[in-house]
């Protein structure tokens, strides 16, 4: 007969992590399952959630970008202010909005998994798809160019896009907001003398050689 011990808190970050749901909402209930009396998140607690979501990656042996030896690191990069004593339901929102480097594994399966069924109504400029299904990648700075999942992960291009072009991901059908701030960012990387070259969207963390088993 087998026998052991699960820890609560490990089975319900799995549970979020797998369930359907937005991201934020995801994010917001971790922060109920780790604040304390005074509605903050300590280090240590803090932690605890990081190195339960990174043994999810490292099943898969990804240790080096996502393991344990980065959840030291990704805790201090959290609490910027040197002896706080622990962040609260706003700061930590922000903090993993910005897409820290251990959880970027996690924030590209949610995009994944919400864009799955999604249709938008435009052409891939590789393969010519119409409509495109899943992740749409749109160039902003070639007017009206876009790349379908497959095309885009195979780096592959046509016309006058290159690689280096700045890029943006859609998971979801466009709304008229998207579309003007897109717009405007096409103008500015065309005629505003900016190069436009694509920045790292999410937050580094440098590993540490202490594994952070003492938080």
């Keep these: 007969s087998r026998s052991g011990m699960l820890q609560v808190l490990g089975c319900k970050v799995l549970m979020v992590v797998m369930c359907a749901g937005r991201l934020q909402e995801k994010y917001r209930y971790l922060f109920t399952q780790v604040a304390d009396h005074n509605n903050c998140c300590t280090r240590r607690r803090l932690a605890a959630i990081l190195r339960d979501l990174a043994r999810i990656p490292e099943l898969l042996s990804e240790q080096p970008s996502f393991g344990m030896s980065l959840v030291s690191a990704a805790v201090e990069s959290c609490f910027k202010v040197e002896g706080e004593v622990g962040v609260t339901e706003e700061v930590l929102l922000a903090w993993l909005l910005q897409e820290p480097q251990t959880l970027v594994w996690w924030t590209t399966l949610y995009r994944l998994t919400a864009a799955e069924l999604v249709c938008h109504d435009v052409k891939c400029g590789v ?59 096409m103008v500015r990387n065309r005629f505003g003398g900016r190069q436009g070259y694509n920045k790292q969207r999410y937050l580094a963390i440098a590993s540490s050689p202490e594994s952070g088993c003492d938080l």
Excluded: V
Aim: proline letters at 3%.
């Design 127 to 185: 393969c010519k798809q119409r409509p495109i299904i899943g992740l749409r990648y749109q160039c902003l700075r070639c007017i009206g160019y876009n790349l379908c999942q497959d095309c885009f992960l195979h780096a592959r291009t046509s016309r006058r896009h290159k690689l280096t072009h700045p890029i943006q991901e859609y998971c979801h059908e466009t709304t008229g907001k998207e579309w003007r701030r897109a717009l405007l960012k």
